[in-house]
Structures are given as C-alpha cells and as structure tokens.
C-alpha cells in the first residue's frame, strides 16, 4: 500500500509538470523533469535487497546514482537538457527594446519612421500566461528573430497596471496582454495584422513581411 501511495505522489508532480508546461521556461520545464525521473529512479532502486561488499544494495546504487547524477550536471549540463542560452526572458532582452511610457513610445516610433522602419509593438505581463506561451513557443523561431532584428521591436510590460500601463494600453485601444500591433513605416497602425492572444510564428512572419513590403 506504501509503495502505491508513493508511485501516486510521482504521477501526480508529472501531472503538476505538465500543466504548468504553458506557463513556464523549457529550461525550468527540463529541470522538473529530471527531478521527477531522478526521484522516481531514487525511489525504486531504495526497494533492492541485499548487499554489496558488505554494504547495502540500495545505498551503493543511491550513491552511484547521486555521484553520475552531479558529475554530468556539472560538467556537461547539457546531457541532461539544460541550456539556458536561450530562454525566453533572454530573447526579449536582445531582440525589444522596452517602453516604460507614452513618451518613450512616441520616441521610438518617431525615429523607426525617420528610418522609414516599421515598428512591432508587443504588449505583455507577468501575469499572463499567454504570453508566456507567445515567448516560449512564438518568439523562439530563428527566422522571426531576425525578422524581428530588421524593424523597431518594443515591448510593453503592463504588469504593474500603473497610470503609464493604462495611457499605453488606451492609446492603441487596448484591453489586456497579449496583444502585437504592428506600425508601418509612416507610423500608422496596420489594423488588420493587430493579432490579440496566442498566435504562431508564421503569422507574426508573414505580418512583418506585409509591414515591410
């Protein structure tokens, strides 16, 4: 009866896993997994009888597996699917620039259109799981990155909900994250590609591409 109570702990922290998988990093997805497989291996290899050179089964096949378990988590992480390097919150560093305020907003549009360049406005929280579906799933796509290197990408983070927030979000009539609007070179608004919720990478590439033309 233990042994199935234990086995129903592990199913249901895959359960939790795979529920969160919307709203959290792959690389933070990588690591509970490893923890739950880690866990699960812990657990059974506990349930050896017998021993080994005079020491208990389970104990040396604990130690084996706790030293393997580190030695490859830290020299060659890896192997065990962890790279950060290109997290969600890494790519929208390098590739938007952030605007805190309406004024900061203006400003860089008004020196996209000097450049004649279009303008990506992407609208986010910290509370919205669907962006974090857009970061982790969308915005990871080689060819819409350097789409996205070729025009003027802001991001607006609305998560404080402050004065700033609400002037930014009723400027472009806005009701809440996420939410792109894309600005042709001459600064206007193209309604038609203003996409609201989670959309794919093809879409926001085939919208940058009509903006440009």
Do not use: H
Request: glycine content about 4%; proline content about 3%.
């Amino acid at each position: 009866l233990e042994t199935i109570k234990n086995v129903f702990g592990f199913v249901m922290f895959a359960l939790a896993i795979w529920i969160m998988n919307p709203i959290i990093s792959e690389s933070l997805l990588s690591k509970l997994w490893i923890l739950l497989v880690f866990s699960t291996i812990f657990y059974f290899l506990g349930r050896f009888r017998g021993n080994i050179m005079g020491f208990p089964m389970c104990r040396v096949l604990r130690a084996s597996l706790l030293i393997l378990f580190f030695g490859v988590y830290f020299y060659s992480p890896s192997y065990l699917g962890i790279d950060q390097s290109n997290t969600p919150d890494k790519l929208s560093a390098q590739y938007f620039d952030s605007v805190e305020s309406i004024n900061d907003l203006n400003k860089l549009i008004n020196t996209a259109t000097a450049k004649d360049q279009a303008s990506l406005i992407y609208f986010t929280a910290d509370w919205c799981i669907s962006c974090r579906t857009l970061e982790k799933n969308t915005f990871n796509n080689n060819q819409l990155l350097n789409d996205l290197e070729q025009i003027n990408a802001l991001k607006v983070d609305v998560t404080d909900n402050n004065d700033d927030d609400k002037q930014l979000m009723k400027a472009f009539n806005i009701f809440g994250p996420p939410t792109i609007i894309m600005i042709n070179p001459d600064g206007n608004e193209i309604s038609s590609l203003r996409k609201i919720g989670v959309v794919t990478s093809e879409e926001l590439i085939e919208g940058i591409e009509q903006l440009t033309k």
